[in-house]
Nanobody, 124 residues
Framework: QVQLVESGGGLVQAGGSLRLSCAAS????????MGWFRQAPGKEREFVAA????????SYADSVKGRFAISRDNAKNTVYLQMNSLKPEDTAVYYC?????????????????WGQGTQVTVSS
């Protein structure tokens, strides 16, 4: 069993930056691929970024490429999402997720564990 707790969300002006963190409990953290998803009001949850078990491989949604960076520290059982050049359309609840790699980082069903989410609001 893995528990995930996100932090670092908040209110920021367009063009600003935030860094989200996701702390995981349990000794199996390094066994899992980790992902970030987001859900805006009235919209479906969507893939943002993912990172493989070692941290050597990453994947991003086209909408965040070049602006967001995912990383992980297996010694600290933590995954991060650095978000730069934020836009109002990035406003959403951001969720951390973990699970064995299913062949597609963007497939929501491939993740077994989810955090409670952290709100990110970008004002124009």
């Amino acid at each position: 069993q893995v528990q995930l707790v996100e932090s670092g969300g908040g209110l920021v002006q367009a063009g600003g930056s935030l860094r989200l963190s996701c702390a995981a409990s349990g000794r199996t953290f390094k066994s899992y691929a980790m992902g970030w998803f987001r859900q805006a009001p009235g919209k479906e949850r969507e893939f943002v970024a993912a990172i493989n078990r070692s941290g050597g491989g990453t994947s991003y949604a086209d909408s965040v490429k070049g602006r967001f960076a995912i990383s992980r520290d297996n010694a600290k059982n933590t995954v991060y999402l650095q978000m730069n050049s934020l836009k109002p359309e990035d406003t959403a609840v951001y969720y951390c997720a973990g699970g064995p790699y299913s062949g597609s980082y963007s497939y929501i069903g491939g993740y077994d564990y989810w955090g409670q989410g952290t709100q990110v609001t970008v004002s124009s």
